[in-house]
């Protein structure tokens, strides 16, 4: 198995709701990453963990929380959002935190109401 | 501050042509520049660059860095129309920085 994948591929929510983006990777990587793309720009890194643990917080809003059960899922805890964190939510990973290459999921668009 | 620079933002060619993106940065503790082609979705990986002066290809496209410029350059000769999307540049250093990309439109 040599992807990323995300659930959902679509979310709409209203700004009351609480739901969850999924990642999961079965490469045997030990970093992962969630990113945030708006629109005709690129991606912004939001987090990122290295082995179960954050490692790296790019002041992100606490109405997004990251977890990370297992070495192999990622997840975003979304609550409270506001229309304009509307975007691509991107979670990729990588063999280590060095130089190695990271690798994408598809995404999932999230429309906030 | 991290930056990484690509240049130009927007380019227009027809196929067959042979097209040149670049990326320059400025970084703290420089790791690897990777290169990526993103289509409607995620990013797909072209490249990984560590070292100067080699060239890494793969079919028509091929990718070289310079890290006593602090450049790297991204080559597609022979453009096809599946050769349109965005190609970012992104450098690894405790984190990723991502340059703003190059929209690469090749028409028939």
């Known amino acids: 198995d040599t992807e990323v994948t995300q659930t959902p591929k679509h979310l709409v929510m209203g700004m009351t709701n609480k739901k969850s983006l999924k990642c999961e990777q079965h490469m045997g990587h030990r970093a992962m990453y969630w990113y945030k793309q708006k629109a005709k720009k690129p991606p912004e890194l939001m987090f990122v963990y290295s082995y179960e643990k954050l490692s790296i917080n790019e002041s992100v809003p606490s109405r997004f929380s990251p977890e990370c059960p297992n070495s192999s899922l990622l997840n975003l805890h979304l609550h409270a959002l506001q229309p304009e964190d509307s975007a691509l939510y991107l979670c990729?990973?990588?063999?280590?935190?060095?130089?190695?290459?990271?690798?994408f999921g598809p995404g999932t668009r999230l429309l906030v109401l | 501050e991290d930056k990484v620079v690509q240049s130009p933002l927007s380019l227009v060619v027809h196929e067959g042509d042979t097209v040149t993106l670049n990326c320059s940065y400025e970084v703290t503790n420089f790791r690897s520049l990777l290169w990526y082609k993103q289509e409607k979705k995620a990013p797909t990986f072209l490249f990984m660059l560590t070292s100067s002066g080699i060239e890494k290809k793969s079919g028509r496209l091929s990718s070289i860095l310079d890290k006593k410029e602090l450049f790297s350059i991204l080559n597609i000769t022979a453009t096809q129309t599946g050769d349109s999307a965005i190609y970012l540049c992104a450098v690894r250093n405790n984190d990723m920085r991502f340059g703003a990309g190059t929209r690469l439109t090749v028409k028939p």
């Open positions: 990729a990973s990588s063999p280590g935190l060095a130089k190695e290459t990271q690798y």
